[in-house]
């Protein structure tokens, strides 16, 4: 799969890595199938890329239209058991945890709801149930997960952190 196949060339195209403690990069995809997967939220306690949306109005940050921010999902070293045991309480399909320290798919930013002041029976986080925690659910669309997994490791020389962080210029250029 190339991204260049389905990016808005029209947009300013930006690329961040996002790492995640596994098995939540997992839930983004269904595994047989590689179509998006039942988790369509990321969430944050305290903050979110403001750069990428506008600004927040009652409790809703819409992705701007001339910043568009693909999330490089990065599956770090850290397996979340507590984690892993709800999703499989879930009875979704044979969700493992995966293998660390790859990146794994992308996905892009759609808008930012503000669970404090929303609440959780706002209609755009109901939709998003049960996968809103904190204060700070990043919506998210055109998932896509990559066919062959870049591998993504400090051992390999490349800082990934929890949170947003730069790609490197070689893995930049292995997603598109």
């Known amino acids: 799969m190339l991204l260049t ?53 009652n409790g809703i940050a819409e992705k701007r239209e001339d910043r568009t921010l693909w999330l490089a999902l990065h599956s770090g070293g850290k397996l979340d058991t507590e984690a892993l045991s709800w999703i499989q309480n879930l009875g ?47 919506e998210v669309e055109e998932t896509r997960q990559l066919s062959q997994p870049i591998p993504c490791t400090r051992a390999s020389g490349v800082k990934c952190f929890q949170g947003l962080w730069r790609l490197p210029p070689r893995i930049l250029e292995q997603l598109r």
Not at 128 to 138: K, N, T
């Open 5 to 57: 196949d389905f990016l808005d060339t029209q947009d300013m195209v930006e690329f961040r890595g996002l790492t995640l403690h596994r098995p939540w990069p997992e839930t983004f995809y269904l595994p047989e199938n590689s179509t998006p997967g039942p988790k369509r939220v990321e969430n944050r306690a305290g903050w979110w890329p403001r750069a990428f949306t506008l600004p927040m109005q």
């Open 92 to 138: 979704l399909p044979d969700f493992q945890g995966g293998a660390g320290g790859v990146i794994t798919g992308v996905t892009k930013l759609k808008r930012v709801l503000d669970i404090e002041t929303l609440g959780f029976q706002h209609p755009l986080v109901v939709n998003l149930s049960p996968w809103v925690f904190g204060r700070y659910a990043w």
